[in-house]
């Protein structure tokens, strides 16, 4: 099926209200496409077809947890990765592939390509975008720190290449807490983008002066805190897994907070059989295969305080499909390209985090997992 026939999802979403002027997400309004999911005859063809387009292409995929099953599963089969936005980067600048197939969204492919300059990345669908990179244009975010001088400047990843460049220091959900309190030591004073609930987390666990832009993931920010606590009543035994882009008040009744590889490792350390996990239900594939003895319940983003956007699972990730993977690596179309000196830019922020996190004490976690709402 053509990307000209097949359906639109439109996503609205509201613009949070205004804490500071300047400092709002400008994206109302946002649309994905609806990948036709294949019959199992053409899922085990696409399958073949990448596994020899990727040996004859010298390439490698690497998967986010978020998007299909199939496409995590093959990415693993075929010697690729499944895991966040930054270890498919540093991944793919590790191996020796020199074709890089990114199924996620954009700020993803935009990373690896800022780490592998030389190498070409592909994306099955360059359209699949991120509600947090939609949200802080990189205009209006430079106008908000040209005001702010003042402040050091630290972004998520979830960020355009050109909101990279203008940062000093760019974080994941996984060291965030560490690299914020290092910059509170030092007595600096922070602006951050883009998740405000994020930066509202990082700032009870550390104390620092910071300043938001106020953006929101459509996915974490329709979790409902009243919902998730009768869910608990039903489950009295089960555990509560929350990523930290969730609202403060779904945050406050997790048993663990943290980043999707956090989350990973409490359904994999902790002793409980039951789990109610608040993040993108893409999530759930990779539980359930890692532990097979467990159960995870989608947190609820359903009932009467909801509007349910997104039903706990991203539409851009979904735009990601078999089809387009087949598609790119046949044609060499969809290449992520970053303008070299944007690139280099957004690269020290990268390389200041990488720089800092390696000189975490042995056995310290910069992956985030802190029972009873901790650091993550």
Same mark, same amino acid.
């Given at each position: ?13 509201? %613009?949070?209200?205004?804490? %500071? ?20 005859? /053409? ?11 990727? %040996?004859?292409? =010298?390439?490698? $995929? ?8 199939? +496409? ?67 205009? #209006? ?27 000093? !220091? +760019? ?20 602006? !951050? ?9 990082? %700032? ?8 938001? !832009? ?16 009768? +869910? ?41 059989? /039951? ?7 893409? $999530? $759930? ?18 009932? =009467? ?14 735009? =990601? ?18 303008? /070299? ?9 990268? #390389? ?25």
């Amino acid at each position: 099926m053509s990307s000209a026939t097949l359906p639109d999802i439109r996503v609205d979403y509201e %613009q949070p209200e205004t804490a %500071q002027a300047g400092a709002a997400c400008g994206t109302r309004h946002a649309w994905a496409r609806v990948p036709a999911e294949p019959s199992q005859a /053409e899922r085990a063809a696409l399958k073949q077809r990448i596994r020899s387009l990727l %040996q004859s292409r =010298n390439a490698v $995929m690497v998967s986010h947890y978020y998007v299909h099953p199939d +496409l995590q599963d093959l990415a693993e089969e075929t010697g690729g990765l499944v895991s966040d936005s930054l270890e498919m980067a540093r991944f793919g600048r590790d191996h020796t592939a020199q074709t890089l197939v990114v199924s996620g969204v954009r700020f993803m492919g935009e990373t690896a390509k800022i780490l592998s300059p030389h190498k070409t990345v592909l994306m099955p669908d360059p359209d699949a975008t991120c509600s947090l990179d939609l949200g802080c244009p990189v205009d #209006d975010f430079t106008a908000f720190c040209d005001a702010h001088p003042d402040r050091t400047v630290v972004v998520y990843a979830n960020t355009s290449a050109a909101v990279k460049a203008r940062a000093d !220091w +760019l974080v994941t959900s996984g060291c965030a807490v560490d690299v914020v309190a290092h910059l509170k030591s030092q007595g600096k004073k922070i602006l !951050w983008a883009p998740d405000r609930h994020l930066g509202a987390y990082v %700032q009870r666990e550390t104390g620092a002066d910071m300043l938001f !832009w106020n953006g929101a993931c459509i996915v974490h920010d329709e979790f409902k805190a009243f919902e998730l606590a009768e +869910l608990k009543k039903e489950h009295p035994l089960a555990r509560v897994l929350v990523h930290p882009e969730s609202h403060p008040d779904v945050v406050v009744l997790a048993d663990a907070v943290g980043s999707t590889s956090a989350i990973l490792k409490a359904a994999r350390e902790m002793d409980v059989k /039951e789990f109610i996990v608040a993040t993108d239900n893409g $999530m $759930m594939h990779k539980l359930r295969r890692l532990n097979p003895g467990k159960t995870f319940i989608e947190a609820p983003t359903a009932g =009467n305080s909801a509007t349910c956007k997104s039903c706990a699972h991203c539409p851009w990730m979904a735009m =990601n499909s078999l089809a387009g993977l087949a598609h790119v690596l046949e044609t060499g179309t969809n290449e992520v390209l970053v303008d /070299e000196g944007t690139g280099l830019r957004a690269r020290l922020p990268i #390389d200041r985090m990488l720089a800092f996190t390696a000189t975490l004490r042995p056995g310290q976690a910069a992956a985030g997992l802190v029972p009873n709402v901790g650091a993550a």
